[in-house]
């Protein structure tokens, strides 16, 4: 369900998703508020699952997770029931950081994150190939993340 979400909310929503660890105090500053109506509207966005969690950012190269792979995976049938295998099962890797379904020469585009190539190889071997209907894949070795970001800028 789309949300009608007004100047305010954008502002609150940008902020959150740039300083997490703010105060309600420093947002309701931020977007010009009191503290009790900006308390409010930030407790109706996680209600209403606009706001859906909070985390922190971690430098990937400094947990020894700097490896990042692209793949395109090629599913032997698309089926309603055989995407649906493939999504429950794609889920439960934890390397694989984000799967998006593709129109396309390819069905998804796995960004998947590892130690070094050995572990990926691996993982595609022992995991990702063995995933519900896939037929082929083809992975590719990124040299440099020149933007990465999980931040929606919202305008009014």
Do not use: W
């Not at 997490?20 to 309701?28: E, H, K, P, Q």
């Not at 796995?110 to 572990?119: Q, S």
């Not at 995933?131 to 990124?142: E, G, I, K, N």
Request: charged share 30%.
């Amino acid at each position: 369900m789309r949300r009608n979400l007004d100047a305010v909310d954008k502002r609150i929503l940008n902020e959150l998703q740039a300083h997490g660890r703010m105060s309600i105090v420093d947002l309701a500053e931020r977007v010009h508020l009191t503290k009790t109506p900006c308390s409010e509207r930030v407790k109706r966005l996680e209600r209403e699952g606009v706001i859906t969690g909070y985390s922190a950012t971690i430098d990937p190269v400094e947990v020894d997770m700097g490896h990042v792979m692209i793949v395109h995976v090629n599913l032997s049938k698309t089926s309603d029931s055989s995407l649906e295998d493939f999504n429950r099962a794609v889920r439960r890797i934890p390397q694989v950081q984000s799967c998006l379904m593709i129109a396309g020469p390819f069905d998804y585009m796995l960004k998947v994150r590892t130690r070094d190539i050995t572990e990926f190889r691996e993982l595609l071997g022992e995991r990702i190939s063995q995933l519900p209907s896939v037929m082929q894949t083809h992975s590719f070795a990124v040299m440099e993340l020149v933007k990465e970001t999980g931040m929606i800028e919202l305008r009014s």
